[in-house]
């Protein structure tokens, strides 16, 4: 089946299936320390990733990710920008940008899923966990939790929007830079 898949064919008769709107992914995950899992390939329908994966050292990465601290707490993200800005339920990052998401929580396990991206990680107390994304296009794309938090769970929601680098740049130069009080 994969290997049909691969090379374009369905397996009802051997066509290309242009229309299942291929995406190509490349997603990297796993603990600081503990080495990097990594995927690349093509997305099928249904999420089923065909591509090479392999573990790596921890020092792999995106070339240039931008890396933004993820604090998950009952019940909300804070996202940390590297100059400081800080944003809470809410992440700005620019289109065609790898993004590495540097997360801990200080209370409970918590879990970061962008469904968009069909990425997850847990966030545990106590250690820190990373991912990497690298958006292709612009849009808001949410954010759930996915671990039971305590009772305000349901309500852990935040959005990541992703913006055209012209947009992001206003974005970022109109936002109030820490030690202001604009």
Known sequence: FLADAAAGRDLAGGQAFEEAQQERVAVRFGNLGEGVVEMRGDALPGG???????????????????????????WLYLFKHPDGRSEINELH??????????????????????????????????????????????????????????????????????????DYEHWSSAEEKPGTLS
């Open 93 to 166: 990052v620019p289109v065609g940008k790898a993004v590495k998401f540097i997360m801990t929580s200080p209370d409970v396990i918590h879990g970061f899923y962008l469904p968009e991206f069909r990425v997850k990680q847990d966030i545990v107390p106590g250690s820190y966990n990373y991912l990497w994304v690298e958006p292709d296009r612009a849009g808001r794309f949410d954010i759930y939790c996915t671990q039971y938090c305590g009772t305000g769970h349901s309500t852990m929601r935040a959005v990541m929007v992703v913006m055209s680098p012209e």
């Open 48 to 74: 089923v990733v065909v591509g090479r994966r392999g573990l790596h050292g921890g020092g792999l990465e995106f070339a240039g990710a931008a890396e933004i601290n993820v604090t998950a707490k009952q």
